[in-house]
């Protein structure tokens, strides 16, 4: 079973992130990006596993509703209608190598940066919690991640411009920062 939940639909630069790994999977456990930020879950399974569920065998809180699905269904037609995996592929690079900028300009502050795609964690040498705060004062939304980083989840039709808009403020922030 392949979790999907938060780094699939697009959000890696392809639509799931096993792709990159080469894995086959039995089944796939997908949520919140499939919504587009209405409530559903899924799971989609391969043959013969798929047998395994038959209409009315499984309860779900977030699944199959005819509103959900249609809300899905409707992320979905954008997503390829815009081309926003192709996007999210093509414009991460650049936005992760301002971020490893940024790193290298506060090394006393910015441990590494992680992730892929839109999916980045910017591991910290100081509590994050403070800095998630000052961010989202600044403008930007982020959310500390394992106590230890800050996790930055752009949306997927996020222009080049407000990526690096998120960069300005991070350096904006990081700038006023007086490290212990």
């Known amino acids: 079973l392949i979790d999907e939940i938060q780094c699939g639909i697009g959000r890696t630069g392809k639509f799931f992130a096993y792709e990159f790994s080469g894995i086959k999977p039995d089944a796939i456990a997908m949520a919140k990006g499939l919504g587009g930020g209405f409530p559903i879950g899924a799971i989609w399974m391969a043959p013969p596993h798929d047998e395994l569920f038959q209409p009315g065998s499984h309860g779900t809180t977030f699944g199959g509703g005819a509103l959900a699905a249609a809300a899905a269904l409707a992320v979905i037609e954008i997503i390829e209608s815009e081309k926003l995996v192709a996007q999210v592929a093509a414009q991460s690079p650049a936005w992760h190598e301002s971020l490893k900028k940024l790193a290298q300009k506060y090394p006393a502050i910015i441990k590494e940066i992680r992730g892929t795609g839109y999916m980045v964690g910017v591991a910290m040498n100081i509590d994050p919690l403070p800095v998630v705060a000052a961010l989202?004062?600044?403008?930007?939304?982020a959310v500390p991640a394992s106590g230890i980083a800050i996790r930055l989840l752009p949306p997927l039709n996020a222009?080049?411009?407000?990526?690096?808009?998120?960069?300005?403020?991070f350096d904006k922030v990081l700038s006023a920062w007086k490290v212990a």
Not at 136 to 141: F, K, N, S, W
């Open 159 to 169: 222009t080049v411009a407000e990526l690096n808009e998120a960069v300005e403020i």
């Open 136 to 141: 989202r004062e600044a403008g930007l939304l």
